[in-house]
């Protein structure tokens, strides 16, 4: 049984809480009710509560009303320390997490962002000045008339009005204006040029085409080197339509997608993305001979099968993310955080300090299975060292095309940080034969999946 309560923002955060522990305090006395009537009970072991953002003193409280051990989400505690005030033993960075995937993140969205996208729906209804009776209210009443790119904050405004006011330089480039008569346009406020908004100094882009009869003037230019790449607009008959800018495309609708997506800015492009986050690029239907069997059973007749397009491993991609960002936890970086790194020695190989450019793969061990994955679906002439690997799969030359490509490097990855971790933690021993047939058997099983 889940139990959400969702608490909205109060002033008085102190008779916010004395309600909430009356809440608290019937729902204790309810499940008791409910335990004697029907005689199941909660079980504590396997009750927790979740906080987020809560003050110490707060979740004491609770806790007390309702002794749930405190649960932490998985991703997170993988991710971070479990320890909400732990320093250090962070695996990736949030700001690196909440980049979308082709950005080399996992595409998490910022909640602080999301809410300023959402609050950019009111910037766009005032700027174009949508027909409804809030929109009129806020421009008559509180603007009183005055742009809304340079209207001062009133103390008479509301805690809602402010905060979406304090957003708008956020997204003052992204609101254009395609100008049509020029009349309903502010020639410096308003973004009806490539270069941004000129000046307030005169009032519509009406009279300013009129003033300077459609060119600009030499000393403007002179001044302001984007007005030489810019001509000035053929005003006509129509009306000024404003428009969102996105990704130097104007488009006449507004999304809060879009309005995130301007909050990110320009973010580059991780070239490995499409080798870790993949869909099946193999149309659905076509034959194609794969020599699974004779590896897995002996048998020497290939077996044909059709492939569907099915997704990546979700473990195995994550496990692939974090080793393209040299993030996993390998020996060489924990001997980094410690002031007296101890003796480590690489859990497969008893060679040396493990890394990621020894466990993928100049580790004897590993490398053993990685070439014997390869043999098995006939996968030549791609690099055995890890810097090399991301190299080739960053190329849109070299990169693995084929599905069952991609597939093997990310559960060769995976499984062999697996076993990394086992051989360390546990008494579990797995011989390379065994880990790269349960990778072929992994491989065909993906492919089998519809």
């Known amino acids: 049984m889940k139990i959400v309560r969702l608490l909205a923002p109060n ?53 007390a009303c309702l002794p749930f051990r405190n649960g932490a989400f998985p991703i997170r505690s993988f991710l971070w ?3 909400v005030a732990g320093k250090g033993n962070c695996r990736v960075a949030w700001d690196m997490v909440c980049k979308p995937m082709a950005n080399g993140g996992l595409g998490f969205k910022r909640l602080g962002w999301w809410n300023k996208a959402l609050l950019a729906q009111h910037i766009w209804d005032l700027a174009t000045k949508r027909e409804s009776l809030w929109v009129r209210w806020v421009l008559f009443a509180a603007f009183k008339g005055v742009n809304m790119w340079i209207v001062r904050k009133s103390t008479r405004w509301s805690w809602v009005l402010a905060k979406i006011m304090e957003i708008r330089p956020l ?39 009129a003033s300077i009869h459609g060119q600009w003037p030499p000393a403007w230019v002179n001044r302001f080197d ?15 339509v404003i428009k969102w800018m996105d ?15 301007a909050l990110q800015g320009d973010l580059m492009v991780v070239p490995w993305r499409s080798s870790v986050w ?39 991609a994550f496990c692939m993310w974090l080793a393209c960002w040299r993030h996993l936890p390998t020996q060489d970086r924990l001997m980094a955080w410690k002031e007296e790194p101890p003796d480590y020695m690489c859990s497969l190989c008893n060679g040396c300090v493990d890394s990621h450019s020894h466990l993928f793969f100049m580790c004897s061990f ?34 693995p095309n084929r599905l069952v490509c991609k597939l093997a490097l990310s559960a060769t990855v995976y499984e062999v940080w697996i076993e990394r ?16 047939k349960l990778i072929i058997s992994t491989i065909k099983l993906r492919e089998d999946w519809k």
Request: aromatic content about 10%.
């Open 247 to 261: 990704d130097a495309t104007l488009v006449p609708d507004f999304k809060v997608s879009m309005a995130y997506k």
């Open 226 to 240: 984007d007005l030489s790449n810019v001509a000035f607009p053929v005003l006509d008959d129509g009306r000024d």
């Open 81 to 83: 320390h479990q320890d």
């Open 421 to 436: 971790n086992k051989r360390i933690f546990t008494e579990d021993r797995r011989t390379s034969a065994q880990i790269t």
């Open 366 to 399: 590993a490398n053993e299975i990685w070439k014997g994955v390869m043999l098995a679906i006939n996968w030549q002439n791609f690099p055995t060292v890890w810097d090399d690997i991301l190299i080739a799969i960053s190329d849109q030359a070299t990169a």
């Open 171 to 209: 997204f003052r480039m992204q609101i254009h204006t395609t100008v049509g008569n020029g009349v309903n346009t502010n020639a410096w406020e308003d973004n009806w040029l490539n270069c941004g908004p000129l000046s307030s100094f005169i009032s519509s882009v009406a009279e300013l085409g």
């Open 278 to 316: 993949f869909k099946g690029c193999i149309p659905s239907g076509r034959s194609r001979n794969l020599d699974f069997d004779k590896y897995l059973t002996g048998s020497r007749d290939p077996m044909v099968f059709q492939v569907a397009p099915p997704l990546c491993i979700p473990k195995h």
């Open 11 to 63: 002033s008085n955060l102190k008779d916010s809480w004395n309600k909430d522990k009356k809440i608290l305090g019937v729902l204790k006395r309810a499940l008791s009710i409910f335990a004697a009537k029907s005689g199941l009970s909660a079980n504590l072991d396997k009750s927790e509560v979740f906080f987020g953002n809560v003050p110490l003193e707060t979740r004491n409280a609770i806790r």
